[in-house]
C-alpha cells in the first residue's frame, strides 16, 4: 500500500497530461486515519465517475462495539453513517471545477426506509464507504489540482464530520439505534400476539405527493379505533399504542378519497424500517406481506393458477400455465401462487388494481352465466380456505362490493382518514341480505415442483477492428426502479410496489446474471435456485453476486419476495 504523499506526487505529475493518465492512480492509500482506495477510474470526465472506497479501522473510528454487535443494530448504524457522509459530501459536490462530471460525489441517495447497502458497511476490521468522484479534466486534459483538492481536503473533512464517533453527535447516533431495536421489538410482539400489522397513534401516513415520500404537513395524524387497540411495551421508548391487525381476513372500506389506499400503501412499505420523522417508523407490518395486483401483459411460466383457473376453453393446461401476455385474472392469479411459493404469510390487495371479473361475481351474473361455462374461481371463493387451510391473511382495500363483508374477520372504515371498526355493525346489517356464494370446492395449493431455464450468457460479437470474433458475458442495465435489461431481455418490474429503491432492482440485476452465468445453458428447479441465492445473500452479502472483484457501491438488499417476483418475470 502506497503512503498519501506518494498519491499527491502523482498527482502533480500527470497534470495537464491527456485524461487516461488518471488510470495510473488506481490502487490502495495510506492516509493518517483512514485508508483510500481507488478501485475503478473512469475513461474520460463524460463517462460514469471513478469508484472510491475509504475505510476506517475500528481502532480510528471507535464507535461503541454495542452498536453494531448484532445485524439489526450494525444496519441502522450503517444506514445513519451513510447518511451523513452523503449530507456532509454534498457541500462539496461540483466545488472542484472541470468539464463533465469533474467535480462530483456521488453518494447513495437513501430514501425513507432503512435498508442494508453495499455502500456502507461495517465489517469486524472496521468501515467501509463507497462513493463515486468524477475525476476533474479541462476538456480532455487533467486537472489534478482539483482532484487534489477532493482527496486532500474534501474527503478527509466527510470522513471526519461522519465516520468518528467523536464528531458525530452521540444522541443523534443513540436514537438511530434504539429506535431499530424498538422497531424489531414490536416485529417480535406481532408473532407473538397472532398479528400481521401494526400502526401506531400519531402516525402520518399521507405522502407529499404521488413523486415524494416525504409525509404529508398538517395531515390528521392517525387514531386506532379503541376496539382494536393494543400496547406493546417498547426496549427503549417505554410503551406505545396503536392499532393492531389480526390474523385473518381484514377489510378496509370507505367512501372514495377517506384514505383506503393510503393507509394500505403505509401497510404495504410497513414491510421495512422507517427513519425518525418519516410518520410511519412505528408503521409495522409482517415482513412476507406481498402487496399483489393484475398485471395485464406479463409473463408467465408454468404456474399452476388451477386453484382460481380451470376448464379453459381452448384446451389449455393451467396447472402448467405459461404466456407471454397475461389478462388481468390469469396475471393476478399467478401473482397470488407465486407470493406462495415465496413463503409469504399475508396478501395485501386493493380493489382497484385488481381484475373485476378475479375478486367476485355477483348473484345476477352467476345466474345468468352458469359455473360451468365459467373457467374463473372468484378470489372471494378462495380467501377463506387460504387463511384456514394455509394460514395466509389478506388485508383487501373494498369499495364497491360488499360480498367480502360476509366472509370477513375485521372491518375498518376510513372517514376522513381516521379508522373505524364497523365489524359488528356491519354483521347485523348482513342479516338483513341474502349471504352470497363465498365458498368453492376443490380447495389445493400447488404440489409440483417449477423449473426455470437459461439460454447461454455468452454473446458472440465481432471485435472493433472487425476482423474476428470476440465472447462476453451479457451486460446488465438497470433503468429506475422498475426496470432493468440483461443483454437483450427487458424486465418490467414497476408493478413490484414494494420495492423501494434503485439499489434493490440492481442487486436484483446482478443475481439473475449471476445465476445465468452459473447455469448458462442448463434448467434447473426454481424454488432449490431461489433459496441458494437468498443464502448466498444472507451469508456471503449482497456483494458476493456482482461478479465484480470488488464489491460495488449502488446495491441495497432485495426481500425474498422481490426476488422471486423478479425471476418469475425472466
Not at 462530483?104 to 458497511?121: D, M, P, Y
Not at 476533474?136 to 464517533?165: D, Q, W
Amino acid at each position: 500500500m502506497k503512503m498519501a504523499e506518494e498519491l499527491q506526487r502523482e498527482l502533480r505529475s500527470i497534470n495537464r497530461k491527456s485524461y487516461p493518465a488518471y488510470k495510473g492512480l488506481k490502487g490502495a492509500y495510506q492516509f493518517p486515519d483512514y485508508q483510500l482506495f481507488i478501485e475503478h477510474v473512469q475513461g474520460d470526465p463524460f463517462a460514469a465517475p471513478s469508484a472510491l472506497r475509504i475505510f476506517v479501522p475500528h481502532s480510528k473510528a471507535k464507535f461503541p462495539e454495542r452498536y453494531y454487535w448484532d445485524k439489526c443494530s450494525k444496519v441502522a448504524l450503517q444506514d445513519a453513517l451513510l447518511r451523513r457522509f452523503a449530507e456532509i459530501s454534498a457541500k462539496f459536490c461540483y466545488q472542484a471545477k472541470g468539464s463533465g462530471k469533474s467535480g462530483v460525489i456521488q453518494v447513495s441517495n437513501c430514501g425513507q426506509e432503512v435498508l442494508e447497502r453495499t455502500a456502507c458497511e461495517i465489517t469486524k476490521e472496521g468501515i467501509h464507504i463507497r462513493f463515486f468522484v468524477g475525476f476533474p479534466a479541462n476538456g480532455r486534459t487533467i486537472n489534478s489540482g482539483e482532484l487534489e483538492k477532493i482527496l486532500f481536503v474534501y474527503l478527509p473533512k466527510c470522513v471526519e464530520m461522519s465516520l468518528y464517533h467523536r464528531k458525530v453527535p452521540e444522541r443523534e447516533t443513540e436514537q438511530v439505534i434504539c429506535l431499530k431495536e424498538d422497531q424489531r421489538v414490536i416485529r417480535e410482539e406481532l408473532k407473538k400476539r397472532g398479528l400481521i400489522a401494526f400502526v401506531a397513534n400519531g402516525s402520518i401516513l399521507p405522502r407529499q405527493s404521488g413523486n415524494s415520500d416525504l409525509p404529508m404537513k398538517d395531515a390528521v395524524p392517525f387514531q386506532s379505533p379503541k376496539s382494536m387497540e393494543i400496547t406493546i411495551q417498547l426496549r427503549h421508548r417505554g410503551s406505545i399504542t396503536g392499532m393492531g391487525i389480526r390474523k385473518g381476513i381484514t377489510l378496509i372500506a370507505g367512501g372514495g378519497y377517506h384514505g383506503k389506499s393510503t393507509l394500505l400503501q403505509a401497510l404495504e412499505k410497513g414491510v421495512y424500517d422507517h427513519i425518525a420523522g418519516d410518520g410511519r417508523e412505528f408503521v409495522i407490518t409482517d415482513d412476507t406481506a406481498w402487496k399483489l395486483r393484475a398485471e395485464d401483459g406479463r409473463k408467465i411460466k408454468d404456474v399452476d393458477i388451477s386453484l382460481f383457473i380451470n376448464h379453459l376453453p381452448n384446451g389449455r393446461n393451467t396447472r402448467r400455465f405459461s404466456t407471454l401476455d397475461a389478462s388481468g385474472s390469469t396475471s393476478q392469479a399467478a401473482n397470488i401462487i407465486e407470493a406462495i411459493e415465496a413463503k409469504s404469510q399475508v396478501l395485501l390487495i386493493d380493489e382497484d388494481t385488481s381484475a373485476t371479473n378475479f375478486m367476485v361475481r355477483d348473484e345476477l351474473m352467476q345466474r345468468v352465466i352458469q359455473k360451468d361455462k365459467e373457467p374463473i374461481t372468484p378470489f372471494l371463493e378462495r380467501a377463506r380456505d387460504l387463511y384456514e387451510k394455509a394460514g395466509i391473511s389478506t388485508i383487501l382495500v373494498v369499495g364497491s362490493c360488499g360480498s367480502y363483508f360476509y366472509i370477513a374477520d375485521q372491518i375498518i372504515q376510513m372517514d376522513n382518514y381516521c379508522p373505524v371498526d364497523i365489524t359488528e355493525k356491519t354483521r347485523k346489517l348482513l342479516k338483513e341480505y341474502k349471504k352470497p356464494d363465498c365458498e368453492a370446492k376443490g380447495f389445493a395449493l400447488p404440489s409440483e415442483k417449477r423449473s426455470i431455464s437459461f439460454g447461454s450468457s455468452v454473446v458472440r460479437r465481432k471485435n472493433y477492428r472487425g476482423t474476428g470474433m470476440v465472447e462476453e458475458h451479457e451486460k446488465l442495465k438497470v433503468m429506475g426502479r422498475e426496470s432493468l435489461m440483461l443483454g437483450k431481455e427487458q424486465l418490467d418490474l414497476r408493478y413490484l410496489e414494494q420495492l423501494a429503491d434503485r439499489e434493490q432492482t440492481q442487486t436484483l440485476g446482478y443475481l439473475l446474471k449471476y445465476a445465468k452465468e452459473q447455469y448458462s445453458g442448463k434448467t434447473t428447479d426454481l424454488t432449490a435456485l431461489m433459496e441458494s441465492l437468498i443464502r448466498k445473500l444472507e451469508k456471503e452479502g449482497i456483494g458476493s453476486v456482482s461478479g465484480q472483484k470488488e464489491i460495488p457501491a449502488g446495491m441495497a438488499m432485495p426481500r425474498r419476495q422481490e426476488i422471486y417476483a423478479c425471476f418469475n418475470r425472466f
